[in-house]
């Protein structure tokens, strides 16, 4: 069969961007030319009648450039008021170029609690999909500022890749896009070893394939690495929703992907009978 073919049927399409794709390497700053192309290519997908939902990350890189650090922080509570800044700007950003293509966005901030407590999840549920019936493009992000492992309970997703598989489950979406800084899972982490070989399709998620997710080693300002993507394909692929891994250096991949292209790494979703989305996250997170 075909799975990139029914890529072009999407409905639901759930696309996250790492840090490294937003901005730029040497000053951690928001690469606007590149942002422009990203709302572009997010504007013209709810033109097709696609509900969008995009989860951003670059609120700690953001905040801590304009705070003036020349690295990402490692501290806990460096980390969270950077991602106060930057998440605010961040959002300024993204409300003024999508208004410029007559698109309307909106926040919404997430903590693992929003998740594993079940009104919180039903009120989570219910504003994206009130949002989306509206047309509005929900922009996504962990709640930096107050979750942090160092709480009581473990109240952090820790990264966004996660989060963004969680959302698409929570959603019904039928489509999600990790944009990264690499073309998509390869045998083994390309920056350290060139023998790795691309993996174009994967059907099946084996023991062998998660053991070729190792961490993140191509930028500064990473979070999840591959592991973390591969957990991501985990729960939506038995949520029933293809995922692509592809590479955010050229946010056009977006409309490749979704026109079927051949683009990323591609994750054919079926769904498990027995999933149920709490006890995922319980048992992987
Ligand atoms: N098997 C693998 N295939 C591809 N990349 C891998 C693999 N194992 C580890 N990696 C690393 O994961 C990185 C991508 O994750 P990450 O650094 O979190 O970037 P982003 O935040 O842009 O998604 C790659 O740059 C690479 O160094
Ligand atoms: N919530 C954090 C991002 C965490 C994360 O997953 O980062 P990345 O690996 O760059 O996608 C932030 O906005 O900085």
């Given at each position: 069969m075909n799975y990139r073919e029914r890529l072009k049927e999407k409905k639901r399409v759930v696309i996250k961007i790492g840090s490294s794709s937003l901005?730029?390497?040497?000053?951690?700053?928001?690469?606007l030319r590149k942002l422009e192309v990203l709302v572009r290519e997010l504007g013209d997908l709810r033109s097709q009648g696609k509900d969008v939902v995009l989860v951003s990350s670059g609120a700690i890189a953001v905040g801590a450039a304009a705070l003036g650090f020349k690295e990402k922080p490692q501290e806990s509570r460096q980390k969270q008021a950077c991602a106060a800044v930057g998440q605010a700007r961040l959002m300024m950003i993204y409300q003024k170029l999508f208004g410029e293509y007559n698109q309307m966005a909106g926040q919404i901030l997430m903590t693992k609690n929003t998740m594993v407590n079940n009104a919180n999840r039903k009120n989570a549920e219910n504003t994206f999909n009130e949002l989306l019936s509206m047309g509005v493009i929900p922009i996504v992000n962990e709640n930096d500022s107050i979750s942090t492992?160092?709480?009581?309970?473990?109240?952090?997703?820790?990264?966004n890749d996660t989060l963004s598989a969680v959302v698409a489950a929570l959603i019904g979406a039928d489509l999600l896009i990790l944009m990264s800084d690499i073309d998509g899972l390869f045998t083994d982490d390309p920056n350290t070893n060139p023998e790795a070989e691309f993996i174009d399709t994967v059907e099946q998620l084996d023991d062998k394939l998660l053991n070729m997710g190792k961490g993140s080693?191509?930028?500064?300002?990473?979070?999840?690495?591959m592991a973390t993507k591969l957990t991501a394909a985990r729960i939506a692929t038995a949520a029933g929703t293809d995922m692509v891994i592809a590479?955010?250096?050229?946010?056009?991949n977006i409309h490749r992907i979704v026109e079927g292209d051949k683009c990323g790494t591609l994750f054919v979703g079926k769904k498990q009978e027995e999933f149920y989305l709490i006890d995922y996250i319980e048992k992987l997170l």
């Open positions: 901005t730029h390497p040497q000053t951690g700053r928001l690469n492992y160092e709480l009581q309970s473990l109240e952090k997703f820790g990264d080693t191509g930028s500064k300002v990473g979070t999840g690495g590479n955010g250096g050229d946010f056009h």
